[in-house]
Structures are given as C-alpha cells and as structure tokens.
C-alpha cells in the first residue's frame, strides 16, 4: 500500500516573530516590517538506491537547508508532483536538528519485486503549518532511482545503506553485519574513499569508520565480496556544524551566608567559525559571570541563608545555551 503524501512530518524550530516575538521583523526606529527574503535548497537533487529483494534495510538522506534575513519558522513536508500516491515509497521521515536545516529520509516500500523503479519527491519549506508560504526555491524536486536484485545464494551486507551523521571534524563510526554464502568461509570489504578506515573484521562483520571532516554531505562506497559474489554498501557522512559546548549543563553551589564564591566554569567547544562568547546573568543580581580564558568566570554574591535559582546564557554565533543555576546559602558559622 502506498503512502498519500501531504505536509507528513513538520516540526516548528524557532518560534520567534510569527509565535508572538515581537519586533524581530521591523527595523529599528522605522515602525515598519523589515524585507525577509527566505531561500531553501538541498545538498542533492537526486538518490539512487540498489538493494536486494528482502532487505528492506534501506533508505536515502537528504539534506535540506534554509536561510533566512530574520528569524522565521520552518516547516518542511513532503508530496508528490501531483499530490498522488507513489507506490515506491514507505515511508518519508523529516527531522529538523536546527532552525535551518532539515533532515529528509527517503524509505522505499517493503517488499517491492525485483526491477527498477524511478519518480520524484517534492520536498517542501514553508513558514507556516498550513504552508501557505513557502521559502524562496520551494518546492524542491528530488528524483530517486530505485534497483531491486535479485536474491542471491543468501549472501548479505546489512545495511546496505550507512546514514552516518555528526558534528564536523569527528571521527564516526558504525557496523556492517555480513551473512556469507552457503560454503565459503571469508569474505574481502574494500572502501572506495581511501580516507574511510575498515577495521574490526570478523566472519559476521566489520567497522566502518569515516574520517574528521568539514561541514557538507559525502557520499561513498564499500565493495563485498564473497565466494565470487558482490554487494555494494552506500556510506552517507553528513558532517554538521559545531555547536556551542560547557564543562556542565548545570551548577549547583554551597557557600556560607556571609562568604559568596566564585568558580570558573570551562568552555569545552566554541560553535561553528566562531572564536569568541558573551555571557549574562538573565537579570539575577546576585549572579555576576563574565568570560574569561578557556571559560566563564562566576562570583555568586553573600546572600542571607536560603535557596537560590537564576541561570545565565552564553553565546557564541547564534548558538545560545543556558545553564540553570542553583545557589544554596547556610547560615555560616558565628565568629
């Protein structure tokens, strides 16, 4: 049975001017909306598939950027050319790690014959649930090929499809299991990118690991073969953008009524191209933090004995995190 494909799978990231923000859309001092010129794209425009008749553990990623001049939500769905179901899709899952960029995964329907099998997904970006705008360059057609072999002589890789995703400049890694042919007894995994490590082998498997790379989408290969019979492992590595890290997601602090304290808490990542932070104390007067080197340095003041909660934000880019903090003050020892 087919998929309809409507607005599937939307999530709001962002929720700044439309959600009741205020001002983030007019300029300042003017009174009047500023122009939001919204673009979107896809880091590719067509996937190809090839699997064997069962394996129904497939699938293809596609990545699809948005950009904004001020901030704005986004909602991506996807459909068909004619809004119709296409009986070579299971399935589409979006997910949307940040406010500009979605991740679209492409199934195909189980159980489909032996053969080939091609048409195309209409990938959607809009401002609004009901999409009754869209981003600049939506909709975005994406062709997909499909081939399904043959069963042959049990012999397996699985999966056929590796979706290897993480930050940029790191190393990743996933597992391959491998079923051989009825009487042989070893096997042969070759990778096509030299920079990709095959490691860990075993008779029921190996490792796959991909090297430390910039931001993009990378595509490659790893050739089976067994007994004379091959199959072809597709490696998607999708290297996103460093985010803004701290030593702890949150603080929790003793001091005496008449001390205070003070501590440094260590900035372990700065976010993508950046090499700067800022830092406030979300309006909690007894909190002073202010950068200093390889962190934030903190000077909670001398308060009367009880529990105290504020939090601060720290910056970089446009990555924000804030930390929760708790502050509980004891009655001190009398001189």
Request: aromatic share 6%; glycine share 12%.
């Amino acid at each position: 049975m087919g998929v309809r494909f409507g607005l599937l799978a939307a999530a709001l990231v962002g929720c700044l001017s439309a959600c009741g923000g205020g001002g983030a859309g007019e300029a300042a001092g003017a009174g009047v909306p500023a122009p939001n010129i919204t673009s979107a794209s896809v880091d590719r425009s067509s996937v190809a598939l090839t699997w064997e008749h069962g394996n129904t553990d497939t699938a293809a990623l596609v990545v699809l950027n948005a950009s904004s001049t001020v901030p704005t939500p986004l909602f991506v769905g996807a459909s068909t050319a004619g809004g119709q179901v296409d009986p070579n899709i299971g399935q589409i899952d979006v997910a949307l790690p940040s406010a500009s960029r979605a991740n679209v995964r492409i199934s195909p329907r189980a159980g489909l014959a032996a053969g080939n099998y091609s048409g195309t997904v209409v990938l959607k970006a809009c401002i609004d649930a009901a999409c009754s705008q869209q981003y600049g360059g939506s909709p975005i057609n994406v062709a997909y090929s499909f081939t399904v072999a043959p069963l042959e002589a049990g012999f397996d890789a699985s999966p056929r499809t590796l979706l290897i995703e993480g930050e940029a400049q790191q190393t990743l890694a996933q597992l391959v299991q491998v079923t051989l042919p009825a009487g042989v007894s070893s096997y042969t995994a070759k990778a096509a990118d030299p920079a990709t490590v095959i490691d860990s082998v075993s008779p029921t498997g190996f490792r796959v690991t991909v090297p430390a790379r910039a931001v993009g989408s990378y595509s490659s290969t790893v050739e089976v073969v067994a007994g004379g019979l091959k199959r072809l492992v597709t490696v998607q590595h999708t290297a996103t953008p460093r985010r803004l890290k701290l030593q702890l997601p949150s603080i929790t602090v003793g001091s005496s009524s008449a001390v205070g304290t003070r501590f440094v808490l260590d900035l372990v990542q700065y976010a993508e191209g950046q090499s700067t932070f800022s830092v406030s104390n979300d309006g909690h007067p007894w909190l002073a933090a202010v950068p200093t080197t390889g962190g934030v340095l903190v000077t909670l003041a001398s308060l009367p004995a009880g529990r105290y909660l504020g939090s601060m934000t720290v910056s970089s880019g446009i990555d924000r995190v804030t930390v929760p903090v708790t502050y509980i003050v004891d009655k001190g020892v009398a001189a």
